[in-house]
């Protein structure tokens, strides 16, 4: 699926040490994103449900599995009883619920730091 949109988005928390070393590479690679603070404007279950749709990976692994929010709702065992909606709604209503930082190109999209995934959906 190829998304209509420019420029490359990245969304991040900027107090997060994965989205920190995102940055760094983004800016030693030269590569040219819009920046989105994930939690001052967390995506719309409109945007998440078009971004996973393009990523090809399994709707599970756009939420933050790691945070603390995830592990306080006790999401682990309560995500396999919702359907995809309500989990979209979900990951709407927090951005700290969502997986970061998140890469979104007109090539596909990447919850995640992976830095050849990443090049691979900017070149």
Not at 12 to 36: F, H, I, M, N
Not at 52 to 69: E, V, Y
Request: glycine share 4%; hydrophobic share 40%; with cysteine.
């Amino acid at each position: 699926m190829i998304l209509d949109m420019t420029p490359n988005l990245f969304l991040e928390y900027p107090k997060c040490t994965t989205c920190k070393k995102a940055a760094a590479w983004l800016k030693e690679q030269g590569y040219s994103v819009e920046d989105r603070h994930i939690v001052e404007q967390h995506p719309t279950a409109e945007e998440l449900r078009t971004w996973w749709q393009a990523s090809g990976l399994p709707l599970r692994r756009f939420f933050n599995t790691s945070g603390m929010k995830y592990r306080d709702m006790q999401l682990a065992s309560r995500l396999p009883e919702m359907s995809e909606n309500e989990q979209l709604e979900l990951l709407a209503s927090d951005g700290m619920l969502v997986k970061r930082p998140l890469l979104v190109t007109p090539k596909g999209v990447m919850p995640g730091f992976k830095a050849e995934t990443w090049a691979e959906l900017l070149s």
